[in-house]
Structure formats: C-alpha cells, structure tokens
C-alpha cells in the first residue's frame, strides 16, 4: 500500500450530470480509483441511473465490502 505521503490527491467526489452522460463519467472514475488499490483490480464497475454496480473478485477476503 501507498503511504499517505506519496499518494496522489484522491477527489474524494465525483461531480457528474444526471442521465447516461453522468453513468458514464461515474463508470470511467471509479476504476481509475480503484487501479490504485492493488485488492481492487479485478473488480468491474457497471453503472445505471446513478446506481453503481460492482462485480469481480478480490485478492483478500478482507477487502470484501
């Protein structure tokens, strides 16, 4: 893992339109946050009317949400 200092400055929100283009902006996002999190890479993100979808494994049953 990262240390706090070396970490690049995460937005911590995702300011998006409302309908398909704002799906899409989220469905973009949120596996590049998740790239950076070595227990995350497999996980795929769908997204429909604002609701986030995730599916995928993860390398630590810990991880799991």
Do not use: K, M, N
């Not at 949120?30 to 997204?47: F, Q, W």
């Amino acid at each position: 893992l990262l240390s706090q200092e070396s970490a690049e400055p995460v937005e911590r929100a995702i300011a998006i339109d409302a309908g398909v283009a704002g799906d899409a902006a989220i469905a973009r996002r949120i596996p590049g946050i998740y790239s950076a999190i070595e227990a995350l890479e497999d996980v795929d993100v769908s997204v429909r009317s604002g609701v986030v979808r995730l599916t995928g494994s993860v390398l630590d049953p810990e991880t799991r949400a």
